[in-house]
Nanobody, 114 residues
């Protein structure tokens, strides 16, 4: 079973930036498409960004141009650089394969508020 640990969340003002990290327990990025997901209170979990095993990114329309997904295969880590954050980005952020395959981690809370 792959274990995923998300980190890097926090409280930030609108327009600010955060960089999230997702560390995997085993080397998986060369095999699976990885995704960042988020779940806001009272809403369903949604896909924010994905990166294929070949390194091709894809983004939800709501974050396109503001978020960047990347990975470091040697470090077994996927990143999500989030710029120009908006209050509607407030959510718990998770990573997993795309489609999700493994037990969800605890996620990392992102709160965008003035």
């Amino acid at each position: 079973q792959v274990q995923l640990v998300e980190s890097g969340g926090g409280l930030v003002q609108p327009g600010g930036s955060l960089r999230l990290s997702c560390a995997a327990s085993v080397s998986i990025f060369s095999i699976y498409t990885m995704g960042w997901y988020r779940q806001a209170p009272g809403k369903q979990r949604e896909t924010v960004a994905t990166i294929t095993s070949g390194g091709r990114p894809n983004y939800a329309d709501s974050v396109k141009g503001r978020f960047t997904i990347s990975r470091d295969t040697a470090k077994k880590t996927v990143y999500l650089q989030m710029n120009n954050l908006k209050p509607e980005d407030t959510a718990v952020y998770y990573c997993n394969a795309m489609p999700a395959k493994w037990t969800w981690g605890q996620g990392t809370q992102v709160t965008v508020s003035s």
